[in-house]
């Protein structure tokens, strides 16, 4: 199985960027699927991004397209979330997932694919 542990989370001002990291450890993180999630109070978690194992493909939720970016080190065995201009809706605690070796056709938006996840770390943008 692999461990996630979550960083990078913190308080900052609309307009603001922050950069979150997921470190994997007990597997080899090429192997997976990444994703990351987010869930605010009283609402239910939702997608937020996702890279394939190979980094060849991503995907984001249309309220981060064009702000947040994700992307993969290998060598570090650690995913990032890039986040630029952040609103205050952006505040949540976020969540890196992670699947092995997903089938052909894993939908990488959806929270009950993913198998392993991370404490999660909270974001906070102020209105």
């Known amino acids: 199985q692999v461990q996630l542990v979550e960083s990078g989370g913190g308080l900052v001002q609309a307009g603001g960027s922050l950069r979150l990291s997921c470190a994997a450890s007990g597997r080899t993180f090429s192997t997976f699927a990444k994703g990351w999630f987010r869930q605010a109070p009283g609402k239910e978690r939702e997608f937020v991004a996702a890279?394939?194992?190979?980094?060849?493909?991503?995907a984001y939720a249309d309220s981060v397209k064009g702000r947040f970016t994700v992307s993969s080190d290998s060598a570090k065995n650690t995913v990032f979330l890039q986040m630029n201009s952040l609103k205050p809706e952006d505040t949540a605690l976020y969540y890196c997932?992670?699947?092995?070796?997903?089938?052909?056709?894993?939908?990488?938006?959806?929270?009950?694919?993913?198998?392993?996840w991370g404490q999660g770390t909270q974001v906070t943008v102020p209105s």
């Open positions: 890279i394939s194992r190979g980094g060849g493909y991503s």
């Open positions: 997932a992670a699947k092995l070796d997903p089938a052909y056709g894993f939908t990488y938006d959806r929270a009950f694919n993913y198998n392993a």
